[in-house]
C-alpha cells in the first residue's frame, strides 16, 4: 500500500500528477450508460465490477464514477434495472484496490445526513483518503415516490442539499459535540467519530446542469461536472463554460473543478469504431428506454414535432443519453481528449458498452498518446 497523507491537496490531485483525470462512469449499472439490446452490454455484476475496477487501478484510471440509481427506465432490456448501491460497491472496491479514488452517489432526501456522513466516513477509512461524494439533489419522480418521499420543488431541492450536505461537514470536522438548528433539521448533540482519513475530507461534486445546481456546486463542492461537446466547433463553448464557473468561484473565493463525461469507442480503424457505435448505440437502441429518458426530461410525442421528436431520439441514442461520443482510432481519442484539457476541463468520466472488453485496449493505446503530449503520468 502507498504511503498517503489524505491531505486536501492530495485528494484533489486524485493522489497523482495527471494533468487531465480520466475516470470511468456508470459501471454499477445495468447497460452502464448506453441504452442498448447487444448481448455484450454491461451486466454490472459484482464480479464484472470487481474485475473492471483491479483492471482500471492497476491502468492507472484516476477514478471510479457510478450513478446512483434505484429503478430502471424499462424497455426490453429495462435499462438501469439492475444497480449496486454506490456507497456499498465504493467499499468493496476501495478494499480491493490502491491507487483509484472511488466516488460514492448520494441522492441526499433519501439518506439522514448523519447515517450518511458515517458511511462516508468509513469507506474513507478502506480507501485511506480515496473516496468521493457525489451528491445528487433529485430529478426522477418515480424513484423518489418508491419511497414514499415527496420531490421537493426545484429550488427547495437545493436548499435542502445544502443544509444535508452542512451536517455531513460538521459531522466531519467537529471534534466536539454540536447542534443543528436548520429549516429542514434539528439536530442535538451530535457526536461523530472517527473523522475522515487523514484530517481532511472526501472530494465533493455535483452534476446539476440547472443555474441553481451549478451555484450548490460552487458553494459546496470542489468539482462541478458538466456535459460538454469534444470536437473543434464546439470547444469555444466548452472553454467559456469552464472559465464562468471557475470566474463564479473566485467571486465566493474558492477554486472549483471542472469534469465532464463521455462514451468511448476505441478501434484500430476509424471505419471499424463508428460501425459499432452505429451497431450499438442505434441500430440496436432500447428505443423504449431511451423514449422513457426522454419523457423524464419533458419530451413526449404529444409536445414535440414527428421530425423534431425523431431527430432527438436520435440524438439521445447517439449520445449514449447524454455524453459526447468519443468515436475512432487511439490517434483520434486522444486527441479529442486533449482538446477537452485544453478547455480548461480538469477530468473525464467515460463509459464504454462492456468495460472489460474495450478499457483495455483503451488504456494500451489511448492513454501512452496522453503521457506523450504530457497530459498523463507515463
Ligand atoms: C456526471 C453526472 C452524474 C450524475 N449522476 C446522477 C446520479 O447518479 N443519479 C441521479 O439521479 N442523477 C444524476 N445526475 C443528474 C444531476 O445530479 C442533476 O440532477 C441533473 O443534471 C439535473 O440538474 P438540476 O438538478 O440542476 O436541474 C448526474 C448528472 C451528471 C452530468
Redesign the pocket.
Known sequence: MLTRTGSMRERLAMHNGNTLKIGV?GANCSSSRTATTVPERWSASWPDCLALARLADAAGIDFM?????WKGYGGVTDFHGTTLETVTWACGLLASTERITVFG?V?APLFHPLIAAKEFVTADHIGEGRFGL?I?????EG?FEMFGVAQRD?EA??AFADEWVSVVKRAWSEPADFDFAGQFFQLRGVRAKPKPFGDSRPIIM?????G???DFALRNCDAF???TMASRASLDGTAKKVDEVKREAQQLGKDIDVYT?GQVICRPTQQEAEAYHRHANVEHADWGAIERMMALRGITPQNTKPEEYATKRQFFASNSV?GYPFVGTPDKIAEELANVSRAGVRGI?VSFVNYLDELPYFCAEVLPRLARMGLREA
Open positions: 462512469f464514477l457510478p450513478i446512483g440509481r452517489t441522492h457525489n445528487v439533489a433529485g430529478w426522477n424513484e426545484h431541492r437545493y455535483n452534476a446539476g446542469s440547472s441553481t445546481g451549478q461536472f458538466t456535459a463525461i447524454g468520466a
